[in-house]
């Protein structure tokens, strides 16, 4: 079976830009969640979606947003790029929303602000 | 606010050895905790969940401690390989409904031939 996937997998952009993000959850799940992670630092949590609903954001500007689509696959999308965007975001996705549902994580996308 | 601590420092080690990763966290009381491997350029892959009622939970040559207490995890590794080189992330999950994971920086772990 197939992974997460996502992409693109690496994004140049420069300042004031916007970007979308893709993501393709592991058949049958139904929640995916959105994180970003800067060079020497863990995943930080921008969202997560179930069943086409939010149901957790992170501490990210309203600049990120992002939605869930009727086959569960999801798109991250910043608006007015900032330097400090320049992250890998990773995409995960799980079975149900919430408990201790293992995250299965994608290999995310690299973007890189000029 | 919420802190996750994980040693900055790389972990050296020869093959052979065990390897133990320490999580403290602070200003938090987690139901669950879940351990992550994550490879260069790659995602993290899930690795063990412990619950706050539980002390230890094994799998294979993995095995993980939570002591809420001192508010600290353990992370051991026993008869190490230079195939699990990587770094180690945990992530305590906070209760507030969607039990989101919060992850630390995580610690590399070296494991020499």
């Given at each position: 079976?197939?992974?997460?996937?996502?992409?693109?997998?690496?994004?140049?952009?420069?300042?004031?830009?916007?970007?979308?993000?893709r993501c393709s959850p592991?058949?049958?799940h139904k929640s995916v969640s959105w994180?970003?992670?800067?060079?020497?630092?863990?995943?930080?949590?921008?969202f997560q979606y179930y069943e086409k609903e939010e149901r957790g954001?992170?501490?990210?500007?309203?600049?990120?947003s992002a939605r869930q689509f009727p086959n569960y696959s999801s798109e991250l999308n910043?608006?007015?790029?900032?330097?400090?965007?320049?992250?890998?975001?990773?995409c995960?996705s799980s079975?149900?929303s919430?408990?201790?549902?293992?995250?299965?994580?994608?290999?995310?996308?690299?973007?890189?602000?000029? | 606010?919420?802190?996750?601590?994980?040693?900055?420092?790389?972990?050296?080690?020869?093959?052979?050895?065990?390897?133990?990763?320490?999580?403290?966290?602070?200003?938090?009381?987690?139901?669950?905790?879940?351990?992550?491997?994550?490879?260069?350029?790659?995602?993290?892959?899930?690795?063990?969940?412990?619950?706050?009622?539980?002390?230890?939970?094994?799998?294979?040559?993995?095995?993980?401690?939570?002591?809420?207490?001192?508010?600290?995890?353990?992370?051991?590794?026993?008869?190490?390989?230079?195939?699990?080189?990587?770094?180690?992330?945990?992530?305590?999950?906070?209760?507030?409904?969607?039990?989101?994971?919060?992850?630390?920086?995580?610690?590399?772990?070296?494991?020499?031939?």
């Amino acid at each position: 079976d197939a992974g997460v996937t996502q992409s693109p997998t690496h994004l140049i952009k420069t300042r004031g830009q916007h970007v979308t993000l893709r993501c393709s959850p592991i058949s049958g799940h139904k929640s995916v969640s959105w994180y970003q992670q800067v060079l020497g630092q863990g995943p930080q949590f921008i969202f997560q979606y179930y069943e086409k609903e939010e149901r957790g954001r992170g501490n990210f500007p309203d600049r990120f947003s992002a939605r869930q689509f009727p086959n569960y696959s999801s798109e991250l999308n910043v608006n007015a790029l900032l330097l400090g965007d320049s992250a890998l975001y990773l995409c995960a996705s799980s079975l149900q929303s919430g408990h201790n549902q293992p995250q299965h994580f994608g290999d995310g996308t690299r973007l890189s602000i000029l | 606010s919420q802190k996750i601590e994980q040693n900055s420092e790389a972990l050296n080690i020869q093959e052979g050895k065990t390897a133990t990763l320490t999580c403290n966290y602070t200003n938090y009381s987690p139901a669950y905790l879940q351990w992550y491997r994550q490879d260069p350029g790659r995602g993290p892959v899930f690795l063990l969940l412990i619950r706050e009622n539980e002390k230890e939970k094994r799998k294979e040559r993995l095995k993980v401690t939570f002591d809420t207490t001192l508010k600290q995890s353990l992370f051991h590794i026993t008869a190490s390989q230079p195939a699990d080189s990587a770094t180690y992330l945990c992530a305590p999950l906070s209760s507030g409904g969607s039990y989101i994971p919060t992850f630390g920086r995580g610690t590399s772990l070296i494991v020499h031939p």
